[in-house]
């Protein structure tokens, strides 16, 4: 898969435009839209902490005045040499110029390819070099480092690069690298607004055209880029607009780095498509994520079920601050803890939706709407396409979904057995970037192979339940353990506050199961406690931990998932050790 015009095959455009499952719609046109009808309205606003991260004050914009913004920074673009098709690299906090960077970008055909702040050397060549970034965009200052001085420095090691872009307010600018393009935000000019709409008049976007090249997590192996067109973007925002039921009068707070499915689908497209206020909050900070629900008042947001479950049993903290205009919150990435979704809706009357999903295409969600049980919201997806149910989301019936059994092949319709999850429809990606010289992420049958395993459940066999990511399966004497099973049992410990489960390496056992937790200030836990207390729960005496190691704060990704790799320990050397010099 290139990023040339056109992601998809002519014919599958024509089937799903169809059905109803693609429209012509274009995501720029979805800016457009609003910048027309709802101008001097509220759209977006910055991080309140943006003066300690970027040294510059926050700001609020009007749609109008986004727009004047966006169309300036298109022109700028244009200015440039960037043409449709182009990549641009994007390495900027969760901002407004942020938000204005991608709308320019796309307004004119450029393709964006974002880059987690954390990001350095490796990852940024890398992902560079295979993509091909013809400019890159970021800031000057980022607490106390200067990305722009740093991408300036691999700059012989990107020849595809011809131009560097720093991104930013004057006083951000100040003692600029020279070599960057510096670029600030600014109302477009008559002239600007004349070169912008004479350049897509004569090339409008098509709805396949691509937009991003978002990168895999990579938490096992080197990140792959996952390109992305308007057709399919817009159709998996219509998931995460539908579960938590988003209208034009909602106030959006965005945790998540806008890099990937979480930032991007989860909160950017939907504030799109509904045109309500988009609040951006970056690094993560709790007093100021905190804040800004209570400043903004904030009617939805998405977290981590580790601060989710820490601020539940926080008393002294709830009792300081202002949730109330919250009506619903979204959580995932790993299993939720039953108990916690109950409590949120039984203290708080607050529902949260379990979301599951990946860059590639695997989208489940849980509303309140489909599964108003707490406990079976946060066990259960809905398995879409199962006999005489439907569901609330428009996606459910879109998308196909099959379990397979990865040793026979055959499709999986009996509960409790557990098979690979594959699906097909419109909010699958088209094909990895260069994905000639990768193996096919796509069955026989065309169907995305997720890596995911899941179950059918519930007593109508209505419900998914997430397993394990296949690779992840802990293989003790012959006895496959599922660690997802046994985090979600060790997170209901009082003490822990977070926890990854992992496969240590055994000669005779294969594995054996350790458990890596973080505990709550002033918690403590041995392994025969934490053994103790997972007897209560009546599981399997070979899926006890064998290892407990107690860390401050878990390795994680970027993007917020944790590193398992760097929990393991290693693999034993077969090979018997060299004896002593002069033995």
């Not at 979805?30 to 759209?43: D, I, K, M, N, Y």
């Not at 960037?82 to 450029?110: C, F, H, K, M, S």
């Amino acid at each position: 898969m290139t990023t040339g015009r056109g992601l998809h095959p002519a014919a599958k455009v024509v089937d799903y435009l169809s059905r109803g499952w693609w429209s012509d719609e274009t995501v720029d046109q979805l800016f457009a839209e609003h910048v027309r009808t709802r101008g001097s309205l509220l759209a977006v606003v910055d991080p309140a902490n943006r003066d300690a991260l970027l040294g510059s004050a926050p700001r609020r914009l009007t749609w109008a005045e986004l727009g004047e913004e966006v169309t300036h920074l298109a022109a700028v673009l244009l200015g440039l040499g960037l043409r449709r098709g182009d990549v641009l690299g994007v390495q900027l906090p969760n901002t407004i110029e942020l938000v204005e960077v991608y709308l320019a970008a796309w307004t004119i055909g450029v393709v964006v390819s974002p880059l987690p702040m954390q990001y350095r050397e490796r990852e940024i060549v890398g992902m560079g070099s295979q993509a091909g970034f013809a400019a890159y965009v970021t800031s000057p200052r980022f607490g106390d480092r200067s990305p722009v001085t740093d991408l300036l420095g691999l700059r012989d090691r990107l020849p595809s690069l011809r131009a560097v872009l720093a991104f930013g307010a004057p006083a951000e600018l100040a003692g600029l690298t020279p070599g960057a393009y510096a670029v600030m935000p600014a109302p477009a000019t008559e002239d600007e607004h004349a070169l912008v709409a004479a350049h897509t008049a004569a090339d409008p976007n098509e709805p396949n055209d691509c937009l991003t090249i978002c990168w895999t997590s990579g938490t096992e192996s080197e990140p792959k880029g996952v390109p992305r067109c308007h057709l399919d973007w817009i159709a998996i925002s219509w998931g995460t607009v539908d579960a938590p039921g988003l209208v034009t009068e909602d106030v959006l707070l965005n945790p998540f780095p806008m890099v990937n499915m979480a930032g991007i689908s989860g909160m950017f497209l939907p504030w799109l498509r509904t045109g309500c206020v988009l609040v951006q909050h970056h690094p993560f900070d709790l007093p100021t994520f905190l804040g800004q629900i209570a400043a903004e008042r904030v009617t939805y947001t998405v977290a981590p079920p580790a601060l989710l479950w820490m601020l539940l049993h926080n008393e002294t903290l709830m009792a300081k601050i202002d949730l109330s205009s919250l009506t619903r919150m979204g959580s995932g990435s790993v299993p939720l803890q039953p108990a916690m979704v109950r409590g949120w809706q039984e203290k708080h009357g607050i529902g949260v939706i379990n979301f599951f999903g990946s860059n590639e295409g695997v989208g489940l969600l849980s509303s309140p709407a489909d599964v108003p049980d707490p406990d079976e919201r946060a066990q259960f997806f809905p398995r879409y396409g199962a006999p005489g149910l439907t569901w609330s989301s428009r996606v459910s019936e879109w998308i196909d979904v099959r379990l397979v059994d990865l040793g026979t092949g055959e499709d999986i319709t009996t509960p409790g057995v557990s098979g690979e999850l594959r699906l097909d429809g419109p909010t699958i990606f088209a094909g990895y970037l260069h994905g000639e010289t990768r193996p096919s992420p796509f069955d026989e049958r065309g169907y995305l192979c997720s890596g995911d395993l899941f179950e059918i459940a519930g007593d109508r066999g209505q419900f998914l339940r997430y397993v394990e990511r296949a690779k992840d399966i802990i293989i003790r004497g012959g006895m496959n353990i599922a660690p997802a099973e046994l985090e979600s049992l060790i997170a209901e410990h009082p003490a822990v506050v977070d926890v990854a489960v992992v496969g240590d390496p055994d000669e005779v056992l294969g594995e054996r199961v350790a458990a890596v937790v973080s505990l709550a200030p002033g918690g403590s836990l041995t392994l025969e406690e934490l053994a103790d207390f997972l007897r209560t729960k009546q599981i399997a005496s070979f899926k006890l931990p064998e290892r407990l190691e107690v860390r401050a704060e878990m390795p994680r990704n970027p993007v917020g998932k944790i590193l398992k790799r760097l929990l393991r320990l290693p693999t034993p050397d077969p090979r018997p050790a060299p004896s002593p010099v002069g033995a």
